[in-house]
């Protein structure tokens, strides 16, 4: 709830389990980097299985939906994302080429160091102008490992990227078409146009980015209820519908594999 006022450059979220995750159709709506404190993640990508563990993190491009099971560890699993809403300059970017391989990356001090930071910058509400230093300041360090075209495999963003980018700030928010022209500086029209050439409709995009804050909600230990209002659903029913077709589990399966309520 208070992203909006703090501004965030960055949206981090927390995930934890004591039991076995598995998750499908999970929407990356920004470029993100994903870190398994404990435990392991494992990812299907293109028809292999990845391991995601503490030194091997995930470096996500916007607009992917995944398919991956959280494993426990002896302490249970604890990971931590981090979802750029800035961009690299542009010159870092000059030179991106495309690659099939699995989206991981060797974690090292520096790295380590920096998204820590950032991560810890972030949630201790900073201002804007030293979050942005502090996400420049990880971007670099990937840029120096070549690692950044994995985050920013073009160096112009979709319209859906910048939809959902804006949506992010406060998925559960009465959300319009006109209201999200407006803060893009575009008409309305245009706006609709732009996103139909795309294929994605607003309010798909819109649906795509509540049902993923609704993962983050149950987190913190909200019920199902709670969820479905939280992420904009009038009717637990509803939501819980349209949870179990997307993830393909129900809410009440997944907050039982959190902790014991």
Same mark, same amino acid.
């Given at each position: 709830?208070?992203?909006?006022?703090?501004?965030?450059?960055?949206?981090?979220?927390?995930?934890?389990?004591?039991?076995?995750?598995?998750?499908?159709? +999970?929407?990356? /709506? =920004?470029?993100? !980097? #994903?870190? $398994?404190?404990?435990?392991? &993640?494992?990812?299907?990508?293109?028809?292999?299985?990845?391991?995601?563990?503490?030194?091997?993190?995930?470096?996500?491009?916007?607009?992917?939906?995944?398919?991956?099971?959280?494993?426990?560890?002896?302490?249970?699993?604890?990971?931590?994302?981090?979802?750029?809403? +800035?961009?690299? /300059? =542009?010159?870092? !970017? #000059?030179? $991106?080429?495309?690659?099939? &391989?699995?989206?991981?990356?060797?974690?090292?001090?520096?790295?380590?160091?920096?998204?820590?930071?950032?991560?810890?910058?972030?949630?201790?509400?900073?201002?804007?102008?030293?979050?942005?230093?502090?996400?420049?300041?990880?971007?670099?360090?990937?840029?120096?490992?070549?690692?950044?075209?994995?985050?920013?495999? #073009?160096?112009?963003?979709?319209?859906?990227?910048?939809?959902?980018?804006?949506?992010?700030?406060?998925?559960?928010?009465?959300?319009?078409?006109?209201?999200?022209?407006?803060?893009?500086?575009?008409?309305?029209?245009?706006?609709?146009?732009?996103?139909?050439?795309?294929?994605?409709?607003?309010?798909?995009?819109?649906?795509?980015?509540?049902?993923?804050?609704?993962?983050?909600?149950?987190?913190?230990?909200?019920?199902?209820?709670?969820?479905?209002?939280?992420?904009?659903?009038?009717?637990?029913?509803?939501?819980?519908?349209?949870?179990?077709?997307?993830?393909?589990?129900?809410?009440?399966?997944?907050?039982?594999?959190?902790?014991?309520?």
């Amino acid at each position: 709830a208070n992203f909006m006022e703090s501004r965030n450059v960055v949206y981090v979220s927390h995930y934890k389990g004591q039991r076995q995750q598995p998750l499908r159709n +999970v929407y990356i /709506p =920004a470029p993100t !980097l #994903a870190r $398994v404190l404990r435990g392991s &993640k494992l990812l299907l990508w293109r028809g292999e299985r990845v391991e995601v563990t503490p030194e091997r993190w995930l470096a996500l491009p916007a607009g992917q939906s995944l398919t991956f099971v959280n494993e426990p560890g002896a302490t249970g699993f604890e990971s931590v994302t981090l979802s750029f809403l +800035v961009q690299p /300059p =542009a010159d870092w !970017l #000059a030179n $991106v080429t495309l690659t099939e &391989k699995a989206p991981c990356l060797f974690s090292d001090a520096s790295l380590t160091f920096c998204f820590d930071a950032l991560v810890n910058g972030t949630e201790h509400q900073l201002a804007e102008v030293t979050q942005q230093h502090l996400a420049m300041a990880l971007l670099a360090q990937l840029h120096d490992t070549g690692a950044l075209s994995l985050l920013f495999p #073009a160096n112009k963003m979709t319209w859906r990227d910048r939809v959902s980018r804006y949506l992010m700030a406060e998925p559960g928010a009465e959300h319009s078409l006109e209201k999200a022209a407006q803060a893009l500086s575009v008409s309305r029209a245009t706006l609709h146009r732009r996103l139909k050439t795309e294929g994605y409709p607003f309010r798909q995009i819109l649906a795509d980015i509540r049902m993923g804050y609704s993962l983050t909600v149950m987190q913190k230990g909200c019920t199902v209820t709670e969820a479905a209002l939280a992420s904009g659903y009038e009717s637990p029913a509803r939501f819980s519908e349209r949870f179990k077709q997307i993830f393909g589990v129900t809410p009440t399966q997944y907050r039982q594999t959190i902790k014991s309520f």
